[in-house]
């Protein structure tokens, strides 16, 4: 595990988050995928929850969730709507960002081997699309994150990617065999499969201590 760089004021300590929790709000960067089944696991976890649109939706979050759905299409639109450069912008100066599957992709420094979508280069990663098959391919594991605390974390994987490097200051939080699936640089977070889609709320909640405990 790196955690070379991290800066302190992002470290999860065990502090009272749950206090601040309830006066964040968190978004969900509602352009396609899974925005519903997000939103209600950060509803559960205390943190109020506001459906990201556009660039004034972005301005009144503390953190955003980017869900996972099909990269080449989110960064389009991303484009469209003037939301990659705002986002980039907000990213860079701290704001506390979890990418999801299609999001990690998004946040990526580098996509291997793809020219179709246009990353926000945020996280010092490379990651490469589809690269377990095709839908069939899908699959489910449970996983061992101490971030995470003890128990094995469920985790769905659809068309997932795989993260293929990381920087020196990006800690790796999980890995599914040899491959890593949850990594953290600083304020962002990035995971290969879909927290929102299994109970555990864990995830949500490690991403809703780092937000609060940035504030
Ligand atoms: N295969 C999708 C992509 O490359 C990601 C899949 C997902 O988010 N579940 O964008």
Redesign the pocket.
């Known amino acids: 595990m790196r955690s070379a760089g991290i800066s302190s004021k992002f470290k999860v300590q065990s502090s009272k988050p749950q206090l601040k929790a309830q006066k964040l709000k968190i978004g969900v960067l509602d352009i396609q995928?899974s925005v519903e089944e997000h939103a209600a696991a950060l509803k559960k976890c205390g943190a109020k929850v506001l459906f990201v649109k556009n660039t004034d939706d972005l301005a009144r979050v503390n953190g955003l969730i980017i869900?996972?759905?099909?990269?080449?299409h989110?960064s389009k639109m991303l484009e469209t709507n003037g939301l990659f450069d705002a986002l980039k912008k907000r990213i860079c100066s701290g704001m506390l960002v979890f990418g999801?599957?299609?999001?990690a992709?998004l946040l990526a420094k580098k996509i291997v081997g793809d020219k179709k979508?246009k990353s926000l280069g945020a996280i010092d990663i490379e990651i490469e699309?589809?690269a377990y098959g095709r839908q069939l391919d899908s699959f489910e594991a449970d996983l061992q994150s101490p971030a995470l605390g003890k128990w094995l974390f469920h985790a769905v994987f659809?068309?997932?990617?795989k993260i293929l490097r990381v920087g020196n200051d990006v800690r790796v939080l999980a890995r599914h065999g040899k491959e890593i699936v949850f990594a953290r640089e600083k304020n962002i977070l990035v995971s290969t499969f879909?927290p929102e889609l299994s109970s555990d709320l864990r995830a949500h909640k490690y991403f809703i201590e780092m937000a609060a405990l940035a504030q």
Do not use: D, K, M, Q
């Open positions: 995928g869900p996972g759905g099909e990269s080449t989110l999801t599957c299609a999001g992709i979508v699309r589809n659809i068309r997932a990617p879909h």
